[in-house]
Nanobody, 121 residues
Framework: QVQLVESGGGSVQTGGSLKLTCAVSGIADLFPSFDVGWYRQPAGEAREFVARLDGGVGFVSSPVYENSVKGRFTISRDNDRGTVYLQMERLVTEDTGLYSC?????????WGRGTQVTVSS
């Protein structure tokens, strides 16, 4: 059973930082092959893309970011630990939302339940 559990969310002031962690279980040796990503859903709005890192063995992919978070957010992964991270810097109120982790590989896609990030001015 594949499970994703996010943590690290919280309430911060604008300009602050948070680091989100996504712990992935149930994939075992396949985890390095999975594409990983972060998405967020502001209250009452649709889920939107934030960042992703494509999977693959033998190479390191380049991260892709939503325009508004470029230069402020950094997605990374630790394949040995089965974890995905999102380092968020210089947060703004527009970053507020429920942040969810996603892993995907050849037709299979899994989601965590999310961790709330609230940025106040």
């Amino acid at each position: 059973q594949v499970q994703l559990v996010e943590s690290g969310g919280g309430s911060v002031q604008t300009g602050g930082s948070l680091k989100l962690t996504c712990a992935v279980s149930g994939i075992a040796d396949l985890f390095p092959s999975f594409d990983v990503g972060w998405y967020r859903q502001p209250a009452g709005e649709a889920r939107e893309f934030v960042a992703r890192l494509d999977g693959g063995v033998g190479f390191v992919s380049s991260p892709v970011y939503e325009n508004s978070v470029k230069g402020r957010f950094t997605i990374s992964r630790d394949n040995d630990r089965g974890t995905v991270y999102l380092q968020m810097e210089r947060l703004v109120t527009e970053d507020t939302g429920l942040y969810s982790c996603n892993v995907r590989y050849i037709g299979r896609s899994y989601w965590g339940r999310g961790t709330q990030v609230t940025v106040s001015s």
